[in-house]
Nanobody, 115 residues
Framework: QVQLVESGGGLVQAGGSLRLSCAAS????????MGWYRQAPGLQRDLVAT???????DYVDSVRGRFAISRDNAKNTIYLKMDNLKPEDTAVYYC?????????WGQGTQVTVSS
């Protein structure tokens, strides 16, 4: 079992920055893939950024160059640094992790970007 707890969401003006954190209840060293997803009201949950155990990363086109995903294995935590935020980035952001063939989710953290 894995518990994931997100934090760091909030209200920010367009052009501002936030850093989200996702703390895992166990070592993430062997987690093959972890990622950040977001879900706006009435829409499906979409992948935003991925980080693999080797440290490689990938981003959806709409956030590439503005968002950065990173991991700190010593703290069992991954982060999402979000710069130059836009109103269309408003959503609930979820952390997800693939571990031993099962995908785990956090409870989500709200990010609201005002224009």
């Amino acid at each position: 079992q894995v518990q994931l707890v997100e934090s760091g969401g909030g209200l920010v003006q367009a052009g501002g920055s936030l850093r989200l954190s996702c703390a895992a209840s166990r070592s993430i060293y062997n987690f093959y893939r972890m990622g950040w997803y977001r879900q706006a009201p009435g829409l499906q949950r979409d992948l935003v950024a991925t980080i693999f155990s080797a440290g490689t990363t990938d981003y959806v086109d709409s956030v590439r160059g503005r968002f950065a995903i990173s991991r700190d294995n010593a703290k069992n935590t991954i982060y999402l640094k979000m710069d130059n935020l836009k109103p269309e980035d408003t959503a609930v952001y979820y952390c997800g992790a693939l571990y031993q063939g099962r995908y785990y989710w956090g409870q989500g953290t709200q990010v609201t970007v005002s224009s």
